[in-house]
């Protein structure tokens, strides 16, 4: 099990960018998959973005595909979401999830996948 915080959210107009950020507990974080999921008011919450524990492997969504860059730094135990080209409708709460990987070549979009989740950092997309 990793604890999970992220940090970076905030308020920024249409067609700017933010990096949200999110800091892994733990020995064996290169061993983790992991995930960057979204919810908006209202809505159910969505995948943005997956990374294999090795890095190598990614997937997007077709609607953040290439406007959103996953990326981790195993050293730090940081993996980050850097967004580009935001849009009103990226506004949501940002969640950072992991989960073990023994095969650190898999990147899972799936919620369900997932074991442990942080407490979410707030992106506002101003029109």
């Known amino acids: 099990q990793v604890q999970l915080v992220e940090s970076g959210g905030g308020l920024v107009q249409t067609g700017g960018s933010l990096r949200v950020s999110c800091a892994a507990s733990?020995?064996?974080?290169?061993?983790?998959?992991m995930g960057w999921f979204r919810q908006a008011p209202g809505k159910e919450r969505e995948i943005v973005a997956a990374?294999?524990?090795?890095?190598?492997?990614?997937y997007y969504p077709d609607s953040v595909k290439g406007r959103f860059i996953i990326s981790r730094d195993n050293a730090k135990n940081m993996v980050y979401l850097q967004m580009n080209s935001l849009k009103p409708e990226d506004t949501a709460v940002y969640y950072c999830?992991?989960?073990?990987?023994?095969?650190?070549?898999?990147?899972?979009?799936?919620?369900?996948?997932?074991?442990?989740w942080g407490q979410g950092t707030q992106v506002t997309v101003s029109p």
């Open positions: 999830a992991g989960r073990p990987a023994p095969n650190s070549r898999i990147a899972y979009q799936f919620m369900v996948s997932y074991n442990d």
């Open positions: 733990g020995r064996t974080f290169s061993s983790y998959a």
């Open positions: 990374i294999s524990g090795s890095g190598t492997i990614t």
